[in-house]
């Protein structure tokens, strides 16, 4: 069990060590030794503290993490020469887990392509515009999303995007399985 996560749940709940005590029915030296990783809490303890905060012990137990918490400053960014976009990646990517999806942030300038020949990608893809408008051009149409709206686009559906607007459109796409 990692005690630092009792330590993060408490100051995250604004909670002095204290009043953790006291809710929990522990002595506060017990649960500053917890914290440090000096005593391995019995099941039952554990139990008492999960009640407290209002989660499952697998929170506690679960080594590998099967959550990922991305601050905006650790986003990974890759920037695709041909076109001089950048992408920012919302969850990371390459990190040792098979992500089931990408999920990643760019901008577009005012009258470019995302790419002069249409993509045909192995991959589902939904786009959200979050600021501005964009033409998803297909071989036979074109489709005009606008802020908040989102299109899905099956793989293999050959496709590209066109900002027709005077401002930088601001859109997020998600993938599956994951793009990068």
């Not at 890759?78 to 990517?93: D, G, M, S």
Request: some cysteine.
């Amino acid at each position: 069990m990692d005690g630092n996560k009792v330590r993060k749940l408490r100051k995250y709940n604004d909670m002095t060590i204290d009043a953790l005590s006291e809710k929990s029915g522990f002595t506060s030296s017990y649960i500053s030794q917890v914290e440090r990783n000096l005593i391995e809490p019995s099941l039952s303890a554990l139990t008492k503290i999960c009640k407290v905060f209002n989660v499952s012990p697998y929170y506690f137990l679960d080594e590998e993490g099967n959550v990922t918490v991305t601050r905006k400053e650790e986003r990974q960014k890759l920037t695709i020469p041909e076109n001089n976009q950048e992408l920012e990646f919302l969850i990371p990517i390459g990190n040792g887990r098979n992500n089931r999806f990408s999920v990643y942030k760019s901008f577009l300038e005012p009258g470019k392509w995302e790419s002069e020949n249409f993509s045909i990608i192995d991959f589902d893809k939904c786009v959200i515009i979050l600021k501005g408008r964009l033409i998803v051009n297909f071989a036979d149409y074109n489709e005009i999303i606008e802020e908040g709206d989102s299109i899905y686009i099956c793989s293999d559906v050959p496709h590209k995007l066109f900002n027709p607007s005077e401002e930088t459109t601001q859109y997020m796409c998600i993938t599956s399985p994951a793009a990068y």
